[in-house]
């Protein structure tokens, strides 16, 4: 690149050079970004129905496995499962869960996580 181009300051050139270095990198940043955010709600571990029933453990533990899920149909199967405890908790204590909104499995298959 030509710093010495007349009509230009330098300021305006090493901004462009920096927008070069930031495009080409782009891709690469948004993959890392959709990684990052496939779950924001759950990213704290305690923003998700039924989170206050569990342990801090068992949320570390639920994020986790929902992270790590291979298949759709697993998904599925473990979700429903942790709604029933959650329901089960819920029902023991006294508690009124919200109802279910959104699915984990659904935005996951949505972002080609599973095949």
């Known amino acids: 690149?030509?710093?010495?181009?007349?009509?230009?300051?330098?300021?305006?050139?090493?901004?462009?050079?920096?927008?070069?270095?930031?495009?080409?990198?782009?891709?690469?940043?948004?993959?890392?970004?959709?990684?990052?955010?496939?779950?924001?709600?759950?990213?704290?571990?305690?923003?998700?129905?039924?989170?206050?029933?569990?342990?801090?453990?068992?949320?570390?533990?639920?994020?986790?496995?929902?992270?790590?899920m291979k298949s759709f149909d697993e998904c599925k199967g473990y979700m429903n499962a942790h709604y029933l405890e959650l329901d089960k908790r819920a029902k023991e204590k006294g508690a009124v869960l919200p109802p279910i909104q959104g699915d984990p499995c659904e935005v996951m298959k949505t972002m080609g996580r599973f095949r």
Request: proline share 6%; charged share 20%.
């Open 1 to 68: 690149m030509d710093y010495t181009r007349p009509g230009l300051s330098g300021a305006i050139l090493f901004g462009r050079l920096i927008m070069k270095k930031i495009h080409s990198l782009l891709p690469l940043l948004l993959l890392v970004s959709s990684q990052a955010t496939a779950f924001p709600w759950y990213g704290q571990g305690e923003n998700f129905r039924g989170a206050a029933l569990m342990t801090p453990d068992e949320r570390k533990s639920h994020v986790s496995r929902l992270q790590n």
